[in-house]
Nanobody, 124 residues
């Protein structure tokens, strides 16, 4: 199994940037597909971005395309989400997740391990 810990969330003004990190423990991290999901109050958890184990596939939700970039550093066992031009509607708890079964996935129910989440608040 893998343990995941998100960091980097906080309060930012609209138009600003944040970089989220997800530190993973576990020897098989390099073989896991990884994803970012978010959940706002009163809403269902939604897909944000995912990345295959080799970084070759990086699907994004339409709402974040062109603004967010997912990346990973397998040598450091770390997943990143660079968020630029943030909007108030990006406000949510952001979760990283690991999927040891699929090459890539955008479905939260296919992920095996989850972090505790980190709060991102975007003020206008």
């Amino acid at each position: 199994q893998v343990q995941l810990v998100e960091s980097g969330g906080g309060l930012v003004q609209a138009g600003g940037s944040l970089r989220l990190s997800c530190a993973a423990s576990g020897r098989t991290f390099s073989r896991y597909a990884m994803g970012w999901f978010r959940q706002a109050p009163g809403k269902a958890r939604e897909f944000v971005a995912a990345i295959s184990w080799n970084g070759g596939s990086t699907p994004y939700a339409d709402s974040v395309k062109g603004r967010f970039t997912i990346s990973r550093d397998n040598a450091k066992n770390t997943l990143y989400l660079q968020m630029n031009n943030l909007k108030p509607e990006d406000t949510a708890v952001y979760y990283c997740a690991a999927d040891q079964t699929h090459f890539i996935s955008i479905w939260d129910n296919e992920y095996d391990n989850w972090g505790q989440g980190t709060q991102v608040t975007v003020a206008s």
